[in-house]
Nanobody, 125 residues
Framework: QVQLVESGGGSVQAGGSLRLSCAVAWRYSRPDCMGWFRQAPGKEREGVARIFTRSSNTDYADSVKGRFTVSQDNAKKTLYLQMNSLKPEDTAMYYC??????????????????WGQGTQVTVSA
């Protein structure tokens, strides 16, 4: 059984920082690929960051490059998203997602089989 639980969201002023966490529970093996996605009101869900868990190879949306960093702690079974220099346009519900087997892209939501419930990030001007 797989469970993903996000935490760390909140309200912050523009220019501030937040660190999101995603605790991942699995039974047999860690996921091969994990990602962070976000969805703002009235908009489609979009990919923010992706990590291949075995190589630690990462990929980011252009809108967050240089500001966000995805990382993992395998011992704690936790995925992180460090968000710096936050902007009002970063306001959204943030979700983590996981995939076992194959590959994945932050451009394809369908690549990810398991999703958390989300954590809200609100950035005020």
């Amino acid at each position: 059984q797989v469970q993903l639980v996000e935490s760390g969201g909140g309200s912050v002023q523009a220019g501030g920082s937040l660190r999101l966490s995603c605790a991942v529970a699995w039974r047999y093996s860690r996921p091969d690929c994990m990602g962070w996605f976000r969805q703002a009101p009235g908009k489609e869900r979009e990919g923010v960051a992706r990590i291949f868990t075995r190589s630690s190879n990462t990929d980011y949306a252009d809108s967050v490059k240089g500001r966000f960093t995805v990382s993992q702690d395998n011992a704690k079974k936790t995925l992180y998203l460090q968000m710096n220099s936050l902007k009002p346009e970063d306001t959204a519900m943030y979700y983590c997602a996981a995939r076992w087997g194959g590959t994945c892209s932050l451009l394809r939501l369908a690549d990810f089989s398991y999703w958390g419930q989300g954590t809200q990030v609100t950035v005020s001007a």
